[in-house]
């Protein structure tokens, strides 16, 4: 995938999440949530700030991260499923 997000957006690959609960139950397509973990795979130059400048983006490709329920804009490039939102809508860098 050879995309480039432009300013302080960011590509992230959605992961699956669990498709069973805590007791074993299965979990349907239809009833699953929406992912809201995923991997960084594009990262814009950064966020234009009103002197000029640009404020380097936090999270780098390869971060596995969690964002907000409806965060982004969900497209397909080159067959995969990904998410393209602003760095500011990314709640947290898994560890």
Same mark, same amino acid.
């Given at each position: 995938? /050879?995309?480039? =997000? &432009?300013?302080?957006?960011?590509?992230? !690959? %959605?992961?699956?999440?669990?498709?069973?609960?805590?007791?074993?139950?299965?979990?349907?397509?239809?009833?699953?949530?929406?992912?809201?973990?995923?991997?960084?795979?594009?990262?814009? /130059?950064?966020? =234009? &700030?009103?002197?000029?400048?640009?404020? !380097? %983006?936090?999270?780098?490709?390869?971060?596995?991260?969690?964002?907000?329920?409806?965060?982004?804009?969900?497209?397909?490039?080159?067959?995969?499923?990904?998410?393209?939102?602003?760095?500011?809508?990314?709640? &947290?860098?898994?560890?």
């Amino acid at each position: 995938m /050879n995309i480039r =997000p &432009l300013h302080d957006r960011v590509v992230i !690959k %959605p992961l699956e999440e669990e498709q069973k609960t805590a007791g074993g139950i299965v979990i349907p397509d239809t009833a699953a949530e929406k992912p809201q973990r995923g991997e960084v795979v594009a990262v814009g /130059n950064g966020k =234009p &700030l009103d002197n000029g400048e640009t404020r !380097k %983006p936090e999270v780098k490709v390869g971060d596995k991260v969690m964002f907000g329920k409806f965060s982004g804009s969900p497209v397909k490039v080159d067959g995969d499923d990904v998410v393209v939102m602003r760095e500011d809508d990314i709640l &947290l860098v898994l560890g």
